[in-house]
C-alpha cells in the first residue's frame, strides 16, 4: 500500500463538523490500533509540535456503521515512512506531505477506496472553538495591558503591543470555554527591555486593565467578525485567525477552529498567577469564555 502524496484536505478551519470523504491509507500502529487517513476529514487533529488545542471527538461511519475515533493526530511522511503523531518537521514544512490521521481501534471495512463519513462531536467542538477564540483575544489584551512595562522596542502585535505573548510564551493549552497560558519572564526578556522587578507590583492592575478591553471587545458582539483565512485548504498550508477587532483588523497564525463572531460568547475574563523560581517568574494566564 503506497503513502499518501497529497495533503489531506481540511474543513474544520471553516468550522466543518461533517464531512464525506474516501479513505487513501490504513497504517497498523504498534498498539494495535490503525491510523486511517482520508483525502478530506472535518476532524481536527492534535498536532505534536505545537499541541494547544486538543484532537476533536466523533465517529467515522462505513454504510451507516460507526465506529468512535479514539484519537486524531497529525501524520507527515516523505514518502519513505508515515509518522503518526511524531514527525520530525514542522506541518507545513516543504518536501513533505501532511495528513490528518484518524486514529480507530478496529478498521475492519475501512480498505482504501472505501467511502466514509466523519462527524465531529459538535458541542465538544464549539467549547474547544470558544476556548481557542478567547486565547487569542487574552493574548492581545495582555500584550496591551502589559505595553507600559516595557522600556525597550520590541517586535509587535497585530496591534502594534509589544508582543509578550510572542516573545515569553511556553505553552498554550485550549480547553473547552478556557485556555491557559504559561509565560517565562527570565534573562532574556529582562535584556529585551521587561522591566520585571517592578512587575508584581503590577499584576493586578495588568490583570484589571486586560479584562477590560476584554470586556469592550466582547460587548461589541456581532461586530466582531472572526474566520480562518488560508493559502489552500491542504493540512500543511499556513492558516491564521483573523478578528475585525473595534480598533481594526488582527491577524495570527493560527492550526485550530474558532468561533464565527463574539456575538457567540458574553464574557471573556483572565486571572494572572505569578511564581518565583530560577532566577526567572513564572506568569500563568488562565482565560474562561462564557457561551452566550
Ligand atoms: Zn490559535
Known sequence: MSL???????????????????????????????????????????????????????????????????????????GTVLHVGDAPVRTGTEGWTFVVCHLVDDATGLEPGTPVTVTVDAEARRALSAGHTACHLASLALNDALAGVWTKDVPSDGRGRPNFDQLAITSSRILPDGSVD????????????????????????????????????????????????????????????????????????????????LAELTAIAVELELAEGDGALALTMRTTATPA
Not at 485548504?233 to 468561533?259: K, N
Request: charged share 25%.
Open 182 to 261: 504559561e509565560y517565562r519572564i527570565g534573562k532574556s526578556l529582562r535584556k529585551k527591555g521587561f522591566a520585571a522587578a517592578e512587575f508584581p507590583a503590577r499584576v493586578g492592575e495588568v490583570a484589571d486593565a486586560a479584562n477590560a478591553l476584554l470586556a469592550s471587545w466582547v460587548s461589541a458582539g456581532a461586530d466582531v467578525p472572526i474566520a480562518i483565512v488560508r493559502d489552500g485548504d491542504g493540512l500543511g498550508e499556513r492558516r491564521r485567525w483573523r478578528a475585525g477587532l473595534p480598533d481594526g483588523v488582527v491577524e495570527i497564525p493560527c492550526g485550530g477552529t474558532h468561533l464565527r463572531s
Open 4 to 78: 499518501p502524496s497529497t495533503d489531506t484536505v481540511v474543513g474544520y478551519p471553516d468550522g466543518d463538523v461533517v464531512s464525506t470523504g474516501t479513505v487513501v491509507h490504513v497504517e497498523a500502529l504498534p498498539d494495535g490500533r490503525s491510523a486511517v487517513i482520508l483525502d478530506r476529514t472535518a476532524f481536527h487533529p492534535v498536532d505534536p509540535v505545537w499541541p494547544d488545542q486538543p484532537a476533536d471527538t466523533g465517529t467515522i461511519a462505513v454504510d451507516g456503521a460507526s465506529r468512535p475515533v479514539v484519537d486524531a493526530v497529525v501524520g507527515a511522511t516523505d
